[in-house]
C-alpha cells in the first residue's frame, strides 16, 4: 500500500482504529444482549422471592406448572417442605394463600401465621420437632414433622372436598 503523504499513512491507521473499535463494540454489545438474555431465562427460573420471619428463612409457590416443577425440584436442597391441596374427588387440587404456623419443642413458634402463596412452602428449619398448622378457609391441619440434620422432612396437608382454596392463585 503506498500513501503519498504522512497524514495519509495517519489517517488510513486512525480508519482501521475505527473499524476495530466499532467491530469490537459491536461484538461486546452482542456478547452483552446474550448475557442479559441468559440471565432473563435464569430469572424466569429462579424460585420465588424468600422471605425471613424470626431469623427462619422460607419460601412459598408453585403456581403455574414451570413454577411448581421448580419447587418441586428444590425440595430436596431445604431441610422441611409443605405441600397443600384439596381433595376434589378422585384426585387433589393445588392449594394457595395457606396461614402456616410451625411451633419448636419448646412451644415457641419460629413462623406465626405467615401465609403459604401457593401450594408449595420450603422452610430451613434447624434440625427438631416441630408442630406444623395449617389454616385454610378456617379449616386447620396439624402435622409433626421431625427435621434431622443431612435430609429433608416433607408434610402433605390435604383438605376435604369442599374447602374454600384449591386452585387460587397466589
Known amino acids: 500500500m503506498y500513501f503519498s503523504s504522512a497524514s495519509t499513512f495517519t489517517s488510513s491507521i486512525q480508519q482501521r482504529r475505527g473499524m476495530r473499535f466499532l467491530a469490537h463494540a459491536a461484538l461486546s454489545a452482542a456478547a452483552a444482549a446474550t448475557m442479559l438474555l441468559a440471565a ?15 431469623g427462619i428463612e422460607y419460601v412459598s409457590g408453585g403456581i403455574g406448572s414451570d413454577e411448581a416443577t421448580l419447587m418441586r425440584d428444590s425440595i430436596s436442597r431445604w431441610p422441611a417442605s409443605l405441600e397443600f391441596s384439596v381433595k376434589d374427588g378422585q384426585r387433589a387440587e393445588y392449594a ?20 403459604a402463596k401457593g401450594p408449595f412452602m420450603l422452610m430451613d428449619l434447624a434440625p427438631g420437632r416441630y408442630r406444623v398448622l ?11 414433622i421431625d ?8 408434610a402433605v396437608f390435604e383438605w376435604p372436598a369442599g374447602t374454600d382454596g384449591a386452585g387460587q392463585r397466589g
Do not use: C, F, M, Y
Open 40 to 54: 432473563g431465562g435464569a430469572q424466569a427460573q429462579s424460585l420465588p422471592k424468600i422471605h425471613v420471619s424470626n
Open 96 to 115: 394457595a394463600k395457606v396461614d402456616v404456623s410451625v411451633i419448636d419443642a419448646n412451644g415457641q413458634a419460629v413462623l406465626d401465621h405467615v401465609t
Open 134 to 144: 395449617a389454616t385454610l378457609s378456617g379449616k386447620t391441619l396439624e402435622r409433626q
Open 147 to 154: 427435621v434431622k440434620a443431612g435430609g429433608p422432612v416433607r
